[in-house]
T-cell receptor
């Protein structure tokens, strides 16, 4: 299985600012995903990061708030824009090397907005 | 009702005890994952299974497709097993792509 390095592991940010989270995979993966886990809640899919094209967002998430880049098959970023305290969550990326394959995950980014 | 339900929500055990965490799902799945989430948020994939049983060290995962139920067992539990365990259903969505549906997790605390 692949290994994903996710950075930063945690950050405390001022409201109104933006934070970009990076995920670097040690091998090429066809599928990459970004999730949010709000306090006490389960992981929720934000979007599927598509290589070379715009991400596919789930209901309730929009590109202006969570712009995503995926310039190649090993790297993706998620930006949390114009942050508010409600954005305080764990953000997680994951990858899969194809359908019916095991999913693997980054270490998570614990974001606190003050 | 969540498509993936886990029980119990919280579990406290003494070191050495046998642990069982249950997962029931209401959708058709192509596979099911068990994940371990550490206090800092990082996640490790423990198992992916679509039928039968898998074993890795002290961990055993089983799935019954007909009953739409999976269990994760930990034998001879240890304080280092303390974590949140998450069940994840792999669902085929419209268009043929896969979607991961997460349970809320079971927080396990193993006391020495």
């Amino acid at each position: 299985s692949a290994v994903i390095s996710q950075k930063p592991s945690r950050d405390i940010c001022q409201r109104g600012t933006s934070l970009t989270i990076q995920c670097q995979v040690d091998s090429q993966v066809t599928m990459m995903f970004w999730y949010r886990q709000q306090p006490g809640q389960s992981l929720t899919l934000i979007a599927t990061a598509n290589q070379g094209s715009e991400a596919t967002y789930e209901s309730g998430f929009v590109i202006d708030k969570f712009p995503i880049s995926r310039p190649n098959l090993t790297f993706s970023t998620l930006t949390v824009s114009n942050m508010s305290p409600e954005d305080s969550s764990i953000y997680l990326c994951s990858g899969k090397q194809g359908m019916n394959t095991e999913a693997f995950f980054g270490q998570g980014t614990r974001l606190t907005v003050v | 009702k969540n498509e993936v339900e886990q029980s119990p929500q919280n579990l406290t055990a003494q070191e050495g005890e046998f642990i069982t965490i249950n997962c029931s799902y209401s959708v058709g799945i192509s596979a099911l994952h068990w994940l371990q989430q550490h206090p800092g948020g990082g996640i490790v994939s423990l198992f992916m299974l679509s039928s039968g049983k898998k074993k890795h060290g002290r961990l055993i995962a089983t799935i019954n497709i007909q009953e739409k139920h999976s269990s994760l067992h930990i034998t001879a539990s240890h304080p280092r097993d303390s974590a949140v365990y998450i069940c994840v259903a792999v669902v085929l969505s419209q268009g043929g792509s896969e979607k991961l549906v997460f349970g809320k997790g079971t927080k396990l605390t193993v006391n020495p």
